[in-house]
């Protein structure tokens, strides 16, 4: 068994922050890439921040300049730093992991459960 569990989430104004974090549990041999999607009313999920096992990070377009992805590996956590936040982030934001797990030479795709980050005034 494998658990994302997501914290951080939340109400805030415009232009200010929060901190996601998604930590990762389980029987696992090695993860892989990992990553935070959103996903706001009537909008497709959409894909805002990955991070390679490396450390290489890759960010949206719409996010690059106000977002930052980091993980912990040792740890098995992956965070996601939001500053400047805008109403149009306001969205369901979701954890997600490629993973290796124990006794398994496949590599699965792991969701956490969610969590909401509204920006309003």
């Known amino acids: 068994q494998v658990h994302l569990v997501e914290s951080g989430g939340g109400e805030v104004q415009p232009g200010g922050s929060l901190r996601l974090s998604c930590a990762v549990s389980?029987?696992?041999?090695?993860?892989?890439?990992m990553g935070w999607y959103r996903q706001a009313p009537g909008k497709q999920r959409e894909s805002i921040a990955t991070?390679?096992?490396?450390?290489?990070?890759n960010l949206a377009d719409s996010v690059k300049d106000r977002f930052t992805i980091s993980r912990d590996s040792a740890k098995n956590w992956v965070y996601l730093q939001m500053n400047s936040l805008k109403p149009d982030d306001t969205a369901v934001y979701y954890c997600?992991?490629?993973?290796?797990?124990?006794?398994?030479?496949?590599?699965?795709?792991?969701w956490g459960q969610g969590t909401q980050v509204t920006v309003s005034s």
């Open positions: 997600n992991v490629h993973l290796e797990r124990l006794g398994s030479q496949a590599v699965y795709d792991y």
């Open positions: 389980g029987s696992i041999f090695r993860i892989y890439a």
């Open positions: 991070i390679t096992s490396d450390g290489r990070p």
